[in-house]
């Protein structure tokens, strides 16, 4: 994990009971959860106190990053690499249960989708408890349209459901991680309702995904009957062997088969767009982040300020005895207040707006991260796969075989690339309206304040 | 003066010949002249090199000022209040030739206003030589509407006038300072414009002024038929003796007098007012002028990359080469384009209302700073007045022409108030009116934009 050194921007004082932590402008932090979420970081101070401060609060001084121990992400990034030479050496036909088609679709190879698109919605979250109310934890609803009925879920069970999927289908599709977890503050109702929302999206784009949201265990999550049959249906799926690479023993390409370097060309067409990609998100998440510290720290003071020096002005005016003096005193109190009200408007923006535009751009950010890399490693061992082959190492029909295998997850790879495109142009056509609308909305807020300021003062 | 260090906040290379100074970020630097105008100042660097630089580039360091020499100002300010005694023991009635009366009006104590308000258009710069061309100039054209005809002045010129009305009225009026002489790029267009915009106000201002407007030097200055004229009307004007504390002699408040105790009364709420105004325009200005940095630094290279980021956004989903891409790469394109737009929009449009507001603002600062303060002074004479009798250095009949001779300064300053509160309540009326409209209009500007970049997305 990164540690963080980070200075204070201004003072804070922490409201007792919410895990906060009182800093002063200018001292030095070290940041140790920046995924806390409502505008949340936790930081430690010299003292080696921790808790909540918020993330306008603070910058984080350039260059001082120290590196602390190796992070989660990166063991599971190279977990992610398996050896792919089981599968390619694998002689057997695609399975007939559970067996997973690609077709030639209009974009070139898509997934089966199914008739009717599986969704559900994440509800309801409530405070449950167990051992006497010694553990409390907060239980969501979720409810599937295939079936109307909600089942009941606690965080650590999605957190099941994401292993099990890793596990299964992580070889061949990006799952996306969960919403971090969080000890501290996670009963806080801004918490409970950005991890919801969160959850919301995960489980929406899992719902999307024609090939999760049809296995059994993610049917199993969403349907699940009784107690009894949600035990049982989970020692079944930890059961499941299929797992890492041999999910492409599943597929079933019904296709031509493509040479290895059809293969490898797609594949790099399919990395260099992945690479640019991250780097895309990563950028317009760093000018995101920028806009929504601005106006929630510097514009809002600003505005606040402007609102304050005219009133000031308006309050002198006041005392200075002079007859007429009303309309002009009043006109300056009004645009002062109202410069008020748009330093809260500015300040409230982000939240309603931007904060939608970032959640998208960091679910990708997200996929893009968890982009399954084992073609890579396969393509190597084809090229290899003469070598072997003079040095009897493999038989020339193994050396076939594994063409076709290779054949098989290319067109995997290119079913998942096309998948994500469409649901990229989807969510990112959605957002940016969304978007755009409610800035719209926003300008249009603050000239029609302006414009009632402005009629406050006398035509001449 | 006072010399004030600032540090380069962003590089800036200096174009040649245009007497830039280039600077470099972090670099320190010695402002020497805060009032070139146009968005530059000019500064020092540590090699002793000297030049403009943007005002933006550069912040200036808390807590570093270094006090040089006095400043000009602070001896204007003490020749302002010279010893009010000559004036208080004089018994003489008031002139009746070039007497300045002083009416009840509904405000109170009020100067004879004229039928017809004067005023002036100063236009069309021009650039003229001397000594074959040795020395060259700018040339401005004045027209007053009581003659509509043109009258050519260099700024030399009015300087000369404003130094002949400081000393004929600056002991009972405010003579604001003329815009700050500049040598460096003193032919540049902006500075140019900058100054005859000043100069305009300036103009504006003295032509209102009842007593200033009707005084021979300023209608010389405004109507002299030929170069014979003016220098005879120079020459006259430079002899004239009516000078510092006696020009209260040719006052004739046609109004009961008033007691000292009152005088005092009216002295203070006065005094009270003018400080607290004082604080009130510098608060507006530095929120004005940190908004002013704000937006053409910080807000403009922020709605840059944000337009920048979503056309490389756009750019990297163009290669993905999957169909159907081209009308969400073409929408975030076109937003990227409008964010950059924008930016502009946003670093403009200080210079189109903040600016005229700022000048504004800037123009009662410089009126509050000049304003006299003898009457002060004199109270005290007045007050001291039973002592001297007792003493024998006055006769009881002085006693009571400096109450009365006091009095009459009273009125001339409680006019003045009153022709500068009337002023005033104009002049913000205006000023904010304009500032309001426009910002009303960049606001809907901006979500005209947006609506634009928002019409490119696809319905879904």
Redesign the interface.
């Known amino acids: 994990m990164c540690y963080v050194q980070a200075q204070a921007l201004y003072d804070f004082t922490a409201v007792s009971g919410n895990n906060e932590l009182s800093i002063q402008e200018g001292e030095t932090l070290t940041v140790i959860n920046w995924n806390v979420g409502g505008g949340w970081v936790e930081a430690q101070n010299s003292k080696g106190q921790t808790g909540l401060v918020p993330e306008d609060y603070i910058q984080v001084r350039k260059n001082i990053v120290i590196i602390h121990i190796l992070s989660k992400i990166h063991i599971n990034f190279f977990s992610k690499a398996p050896n792919p030479e089981v599968y390619l050496l694998s002689k057997h036909l695609p399975k007939q249960t559970d067996r997973l088609p690609i077709y030639m679709g209009?974009?070139g190879p898509v997934w089966l989708y199914p008739q009717s698109q599986l969704d559900c919605v994440v509800a309801d979250p409530k405070k449950g408890s167990k051992m006497y109310g010694l553990k409390s934890y907060i239980e969501y609803q979720i409810t599937p349209n295939s079936t109307n009925r909600p089942v009941n879920h606690r965080y650590k069970h999605f957190d099941w459901l994401y292993e099990r999927l890793t596990e299964k289908f992580g070889c061949a599709l990006p799952i996306p991680s969960l919403p971090d977890k969080q000890v501290t503050g996670r009963f806080e109702d801004e918490f409970i309702k950005m991890r919801m929302e969160r959850l919301q999206a995960w489980m929406s784009r899992m719902c999307r995904h024609p090939v999760v949201s049809n296995s059994d265990v993610f049917q199993l999550f969403l349907t699940y009957k009784d107690e009894k049959d949600w035990k049982e249906g989970k020692r079944k799926a930890e059961k499941d062997e299929t797992a890492g690479v041999m999910i492409f023993s599943y597929m079933d390409p019904e296709v031509p088969d493509l040479e290895p370097t059809e293969v490898e060309q797609r594949y790099e067409?399919y990395s260099?767009?992945t690479r640019?990609?991250d780097?895309?998100?990563k950028?317009?998440h760093s000018?995101?982040h920028?806009?929504w510290k601005?106006c929630t720290g510097?514009?809002q003071k600003?505005y606040r300020?402007?609102g304050?020096?005219?009133q000031?002005?308006s309050s002198?005016?006041n005392?200075?005895?002079?007859?007429?003096?009303a309309?002009?005193t009043e006109?300056?109190m009004t645009?002062g207040k109202i410069y008020e009200e748009i330093a809260e408007i500015v300040a409230g923006q982000p939240k309603k707006d931007l904060h939608y535009l970032m959640e998208t751009n960091n679910e990708y950010k997200g996929l893009l991260g968890c982009f399954p890399d084992i073609i890579g490693a396969a393509i190597e061992k084809v090229k290899d796969a003469d070598r072997l082959v003079a040095m009897n190492k493999i038989a020339p029909q193994d050396k076939h075989n594994m063409a076709k295998n290779l054949s098989t997850m290319s067109y995997a790879f290119q079913a998942e690339?096309?998948h994500f495109?469409?649901n990229?142009?989807?969510d990112?056509?959605?957002v940016?309206?969304f978007y755009?609308?409610e800035?719209?909305k926003f300008?249009?807020t603050?000239?029609e304040k302006?414009?009632q300021?402005?009629s406050q003062?006398?035509?001449?």
Chains 1, 2 share one sequence.
């Not at 005392?319 to 003096?325: A, L, P």
């Open positions: 209009e974009v067409t260099r767009f640019s990609m780097d895309g998100v950028d317009l000018v995101s920028l806009h601005r510097p514009l600003e300020h402007i304050k020096a005219l000031n002005l002198v005016f005392t200075s005895g002079y007859q007429g003096e309309t002009l006109a300056l645009t690339m096309n495109h469409s990229r142009i989807y990112y056509n959605r940016m309206q755009l609308q800035q719209v300008y249009e603050i000239a302006l414009k300021a402005l003062y006398t035509n001449l």
